[in-house]
Structure formats: C-alpha cells, structure tokens
C-alpha cells in the first residue's frame, strides 16, 4: 500500500521521535509495521441479506447542519481510515501505545445509523410532558423503590460519602437506562470514532474517542463490555468516556473502576460526578409552584436569580401549598410550557443536573423521579397536551423569523433555550400577548404573518 504524502510525513516523525530512522530517509524508507500502523481501516462492508446492523436512512438530518447533509456524511465516511489515522499522534500524546492503537482500530468501520439519531434527541424533539410520562412511569417509580430498599447500605454508605441525595441517585439510574436494563448494545470506541469522524459534532467526539481509548488501554472496563448508547454514553447512569475518566471511583474497592457490573462503583462515580459539579447537600432540586393572576412573565428564564423570600413577595407559592422550607434559598422561575404549563423554582442543584445532561425536560425528569421516589406525589397543574409539538425544522424557522424581526436568538439552531424563550416572550410583548415564552404554533404562525 502507498500511503498519502501527509501520512508519511506523520510516520516519518514517529519514526524520528522514536529513533528508528534518519528525517531525511523517513520517508522513502517505512517498514511494513509503520505502514499497517498508518493504514486506514478498510471501507465498510456492505451488509448482507439478513444483517442486524442498523443502517443509516441515508437522509440528510433535520439540523440544518452543512456537515449533516447526505453528501458530506457519505464523503466524511468515504474518509473515515485517514480521520482515523490522522488522530494517532492525538493518541500518542494521551500515552495510547502504538500497538494497542493498532489493535482497538484494526477493522474499525463508521456506523452511519448514529447519523439519524444525531439531530432527534428525545429530550429536544418531544413535549416536555411526553418525555416525563415516558421516564416518571408508575413502574419506574416502583422499580425504583424496590431498588432503594434492596441496596440501602450501599446508598447510604455513598450518601454519607459525598452528600449526594440517594433518591437523585436512583433517579439518574432510572432515567438514563430503566435501572440498567436499557444501557445500549453499542461498542462505545465505534461510536465515538464515528462521531469524531462524521457529523456535526466532530470536535467534541474526537476528546470522547481518545478518551475509549483511554479506558481500554487502562484496563477498568473489558472491550465486549465497554458498549453503550449510539453516543458512546454506557454503564446503568450513561458515563461520557471523558466523564468517566474524570469522575469514575473504585467504591468496591477491587482496583477496577467499574461503572457497568458494580453497583457500588456506578453510584458512587455518579454522586462524585455530581458533587465536583457542585451538588448542595443541604437543597433539593426544585419545587412546582403556583404563580398570581397578573404575573409578570418576563421575570421567568432571566440568569438573575432571586431568593425563595423575593419570589414569595411577588406572590408565588409552592403548588402543594405546603411552605417552602428554606427562604433563603436562591432560585430562578422556568415554565416549559409557558403559562398554561407547570411553574418551577429551580435551585442550584437543578443546573448541576443540567452539566450532565444540558436539557431542560432531561433535569425536569430526574427531578421529579426523585421526589415520586422519596413518596412525593405527581405535578400539580396540567401540561397543555392540546398544544401541538413543532418539529425540529418549525423551530429552526421560528429561530430564524424572530432574527429577522430584530431579536436576539444567537445561531438558531432549532434548540429552543433560555435566550431563545427571551426573544419569544420580546416579541409576544410587542405584539401585546402575554409573554410566556413558550413556542407554539401560535407564535410560528403570527411570526409568519407579513
């Protein structure tokens, strides 16, 4: 095989740095073992009648994205072996010896199916409610239960260790895999080389790959173990490989820190996870509240956060009419289905939740799981289910509409967070509708009104 000119200046260098051969021969001169080493893996084979590998659609996805459309996904993956090649010095750097590179990379194929999935996270493309219903199911909540009781020793023993709320706990490991039951049949190192390689959020997964790499030289998780969901997340609470390395603890105490078969690594690498982000131990998450007649939604979504004692003054109470136990706490107000929708006073801990997963009816979920599994009861005031969900490419357009009507919304995305909810409750204020911020239909179609 005669390798690309860019290629054999790389193994060249290798070879210098290493002392094998003189620069200037380097690269007329390769033995066989540097050019397997360099050698991208082959194409991806096509599949047989009958495989149950997933497939890609072969569509372009619903982002907007240039690096996500058909053709720029088939020429990302036609290129797959040099991405792969060209992320061996990254590798060398992190201490991955070249033969076990060699090793974890030899035969390694792109799974294009990641692409479809890439731009329809659940947690972005449903209702709010929808995405509740699904993860705070009356059996996940007895499941979770049953759990709490069966290892109660181990959760108090994490509990005591890093001041971490044992029904949050249970509730990342009902949320992210039903309790273990559905962490994905993945092989992480393909999905994160995929991700490094093809699609619109290379730069963040090359970290994630070197990362799998990291893992699998060190030994903590064996290779047919190390699988997970289409994003190389894995184990019972969804680790990112780099999260992994950062977080992961040997609670066991077996020299092996091992977030899929041990119970008590994967709880005590989640809490640790959550106090170096910044958990409070004192606070909980979040409380539903009631909100006035005559309420002023612009004071909804603003970085400014007020103390529990503040929002009481404007006439906000918890929606159980229950006290709120701490008034000093500070809190910010989020409506995820504008004023027709639950309200929430969201503490500190609800943005620790949020570094995990940065979503809204992600942290929503693990909130409320925890309060159902602590004995709580369901929310309060109903979700508006009449309202119709806008698709993906709908809010790219709404995004693009309020630019144009000179509102600040940053890049749209098709992502609707905090600063485009301010655009949207602007506008609705201009238009003198109550401004909510929340992004329905009603708002699409008079934005679309000349």
């Known amino acids: 095989m005669i390798l690309s000119k860019p290629i054999q200046r790389l193994a060249a260098a290798v070879l210098f740095s290493a002392g094998f051969v003189h620069p200037a021969a380097a690269q007329d001169n390769l033995p066989a073992w540097v050019t397997r080493l360099f050698q991208p893996p082959a194409a991806a084979p096509v599949p047989a009648p009958g495989d149950a590998t997933p497939q890609w659609s072969g569509q372009s996805g619903a982002s907007g994205d240039?690096?996500?459309?058909?053709?720029?996904?088939?020429?990302?993956?036609?290129d797959f072996g040099n991405c792969i090649a060209g992320l061996w010095p990254d590798a060398a750097r992190r201490g991955i010896t070249r033969a076990n590179y060699l090793r974890f990379t030899a035969g390694l194929t792109p799974d294009l199916s990641i692409m479809d999935k890439l731009d329809a996270q659940p947690e972005f493309t449903k209702a709010t409610w929808d995405y509740l219903d699904l993860l705070v199911s009356d059996d996940r909540i007895a499941q979770g239960k049953a759990l709490l009781a069966q290892y109660a020793p181990t959760f108090a023993a994490v509990e005591r260790a890093y001041g971490v709320d044992r029904y949050i706990l249970a509730a990342f490991?009902?949320?992210?895999?039903?309790?273990?039951?559905?962490?994905?049949?993945?092989?992480?190192?393909?999905?994160t080389a995929t991700l490094a390689c093809v699609g619109r959020r290379r730069d963040f997964f090359r970290g994630e790959f070197l990362a799998t790499l990291e893992i699998l030289q060190r030994g903590d998780i064996p290779p047919d173990r190390l699988v997970g969901s289409w994003a190389g997340a894995f184990g019972a609470t969804q680790f990112m490989p780099t999260s992994f390395l950062r977080y992961a603890v040997d609670f066991a105490g077996n020299g092996h820190r091992d977030v899929v078969d041990s119970i008590p690594d994967m709880l005590a690498s989640t809490a640790n996870n959550l106090k170096t982000d910044g958990w409070v131990p004192?606070?909980?998450?979040g409380y539903e509240a009631a909100l006035p007649q005559r309420f002023n939604y612009l004071l909804a979504d603003s970085p400014r956060q007020m103390s529990v004692r503040q929002w009481e003054s404007l006439g906000i109470r918890r929606a159980n009419g229950e006290p709120f136990p701490r008034a000093a706490e500070r809190a910010s107000l989020l409506l995820p289905?504008?004023?027709?929708?639950?309200?929430?006073?969201?503490?500190?801990?609800f943005q620790v939740i949020m570094k995990y997963n940065p979503a809204e009816a992600y942290a929503l979920a693990i909130g409320h799981l925890a309060e159902r599994l602590r004995g709580g009861g369901p929310l309060i005031h109903p979700w508006p289910r009449d309202e119709r969900v806008l698709t993906l490419q709908e809010r790219y357009e709404m995004q693009q509409l309020l630019a144009q009507h000179g509102f600040k919304i940053g890049a749209p995305d098709g992502f609707v967070g905090p600063q485009t909810r301010l655009a949207i409750r602007d506008y609705q204020q201009s238009i003198g509708e109550v401004p909510d911020g929340f992004a329905s239909s009603e708002v699409l179609d008079r934005l679309r009104q000349p």
């Not at 004192?282 to 998450?285: G, L």
């Open 282 to 285: 004192s606070e909980t998450w």
């Open 337 to 349: 289905a504008g004023a027709r929708g639950p309200a929430f006073l969201m503490l500190r801990n």
């Open 66 to 78: 240039p690096r996500m459309t058909a053709d720029a996904i088939r020429a990302a993956a036609a």
């Open 173 to 191: 490991w009902g949320v992210e895999s039903n309790y273990g039951t559905m962490i994905g049949d993945r092989p992480v190192l393909r999905s």
